[in-house]
């Protein structure tokens, strides 16, 4: 069996490997290698040279059909025409789309985007290039909230429709951003060795003795976000629709569609448009440069977090005295953790978080099951808990403890009951249930913290940090400071914002206390052993 050493060392050397092999795929996604036929000059054999470096004078239209599929211009509508079209210029441009019937019952819509030749019909031209986007999603709307005293609705009209529907049941939602790229630069490919990916989006025409590819036309469907969906009501006739565009680089080009097939992929695995949203919000919301930073910084941190997990879990599992150990304060993060995964489970939060949230849950339920000494035995069907005894030192901390928390119900208490009436009287909730999640979940990330100096003050009353597990707790610290980073640039809850700097405080305590109480060999470490304790040595056999 691995010694926790070597243990520690395999998990180090698989991330390093991890890093190394994701840094050499990105690599192969934004370089690509231009023909080598071309650097000579001329027509190169086997090249496909780009058509834009004729420069063409182009148009760009958009219209908007039910069908999936059109061969003329019969039940199409032009929203869009942008003659003269300059493909290094960004705009953005809001116009009113026309909803027909059919849409308004729960009917899709498709947005057609053609770059064609000026002053000529799309289909007339045979160097157009076109592509296809829908214009609706179905998605299961979003609970309305009221003010749980009075009754009032965020919304002063009654809704008839939606007493129609299931609550559960998915309707038409109107996507009111369209965001287009063409990819800008002269890049003359290999014919031999064309990327997949910019492949399908590719168009080849002969001229002459050469292969032209015509513009590579691209919808970031990226940018569409679940903040910017409308429901579709039955009696809506025209919805907005902002077409922004912006030119794209190759190497660019080629990682956003490799994060648009990820993200479909999701989907297909039953990712619903929330869960996906989520992962689309990282890159999205972040230039190229910060999301790389983005990665390294993720992946300590889930190096960190592995690591700070496997120590606590050992910490745990060979506990066999509370010595110095305060108990309300490990109920105190089984609460607030469970508190935190019923708060994201309320609010229909993506998967990626919520599913670590909840074995963090589990795990501080077993921490409380170590903690308090408790034994389940069944007596057929009927569980039976028993409770284990404490020594007289245990007893002395547990006092400690007892006192510690004395005085901080003091000052949490008036403070958890008055946010929660505050909000009662002054937020919309969408029930008595989800009221009584968010006040407790405010009470852990505003007040939380303050649960945290009961062990403080055991720390102080013995005069000794020797019972924590401090390597755990340096690994949570490295993951502190890491969010601290990141809470000023990434969007979160205020609330969760202040949560961040809040344990810096109390960890920089707990250093001081480890300065000022140095180790003492003759108190018992977090395993219940003194360091002067003799190991009891088998007899030796002559």
């Known amino acids: 069996m691995l010694s926790r050493s070597s243990f520690t060392s395999l998990v180090v050397g698989v991330f390093a490997v991890y890093v190394a092999h994701t840094c050499w795929v990105m690599y192969g996604i934004v370089y690509t290698r231009p023909c080598p036929a071309a650097a000579g000059g001329g027509g190169g054999a086997g090249c496909v040279w780009p058509y834009l470096a004729r420069r063409p004078k182009l148009q760009l239209s958009v219209y908007t059909t039910t069908r999936s599929n059109i061969g003329a211009e019969s039940n199409i509508d032009l929203v869009l025409n942008v003659e003269d079209f300059d493909i290094e210029s960004k705009f953005e441009r809001t116009v009113n789309v026309s909803v027909p019937k059919k849409t308004r019952n729960n009917g899709t819509l498709y947005a057609y985007i053609f770059l064609h030749h000026a002053g000529i019909l799309p289909w007339r031209d045979g160097k157009q290039v076109h592509i296809v986007s829908p214009l609706t999603t179905y ?39 369209l965001t287009l790229n063409v990819m800008v630069e002269d890049f003359v490919f290999d014919g031999s060795s064309l990327p997949a990916d910019v492949h399908r989006y590719m168009k080849m025409v002969q001229l002459g003795k050469t292969v032209h590819y015509l513009p590579i036309l691209f919808i970031d469907q990226l940018s569409n976000r679940v903040k910017d969906l409308m429901v579709i009501n039955r009696s809506t006739t025209e919805l907005p629709l902002t077409v922004s565009y ?25 990712f619903s448009e929330k869960d996906a949203d989520e992962v689309k919000g990282i890159f999205v919301d972040t230039n190229l440069y910060f999301l790389a930073l983005t990665f390294f910084v993720a992946a300590f941190h889930l190096l ?83 409770f284990g005894t404490y020594n007289d030192s245990e007893k002395k901390t547990e006092e400690y403890d007892t006192q510690a928390m004395k005085y ?105 206390q480890r300065w000022l109480y140095p180790v003492d060999k003759s108190r018992v470490n977090e395993y219940g052993e003194s360091y002067e304790e003799k190991p009891k040595k088998k007899a030796h056999r002559e």
Request: aromatic share 16%; proline share 4%; glycine share 4%.
């Open 139 to 177: 998605m299961v709307p979003k609970p309305e909230e009221i003010n749980l005293l009075t009754g009032e609705s965020t919304t002063q009209q009654i809704e008839a429709e939606k007493q129609t529907n299931a609550l559960d049941e998915p309707v038409s939602h109107w996507r009111s951003r």
């Open 246 to 270: 912006d030119k794209i680089s190759l190497g660019k080009l080629r990682f956003w569609i490799h994060m648009q097939d990820a993200v479909y992929s999701l989907q297909q695995f039953g």
């Open 304 to 386: 960190f977090d592995f690591l700070a997990f496997k120590n606590d879990i050992s910490f745990w599992k060979k506990k066999r005295s509370m010595i110095g150990m305060s108990t309300k304060a490990v109920l105190w993060r089984c609460f607030s953790t469970v508190v935190i995964f019923l708060f994201l489970l309320d609010e229909q939060t993506s998967l990626l978080v919520l599913i670590p949230a909840g074995i963090g849950a589990v795990i501080e339920l077993w921490k409380v099951k170590k903690a308090l000494k408790m034994t389940i035995k069944w007596q057929g069907l009927r569980p039976k808990i028993q």
């Open 408 to 512: 901080l119900s003091y000052l949490l208490y008036p403070l958890c009951i008055g946010g929660a009436g505050y909000s009662l009287l002054n937020v919309k909730y969408k029930s008595w249930y989800s009221w009584l999640i968010n006040s407790f979940v405010n009470g852990v990330y505003a007040f939380g913290f303050l649960f945290m100096l009961p062990q403080l003050f055991v720390n102080y009353k013995m005069k000794s940090v020797a019972h924590l597990p401090w390597k755990a707790f340096t690994y949570k610290a490295f993951n502190t400071f890491i969010d601290d980073i990141f809470a000023f640039i990434i969007t979160m809850p205020t609330s969760h914002r202040l949560a961040c700097f809040r344990d810096d405080v109390v960890f920089l305590v707990y250093l001081y």
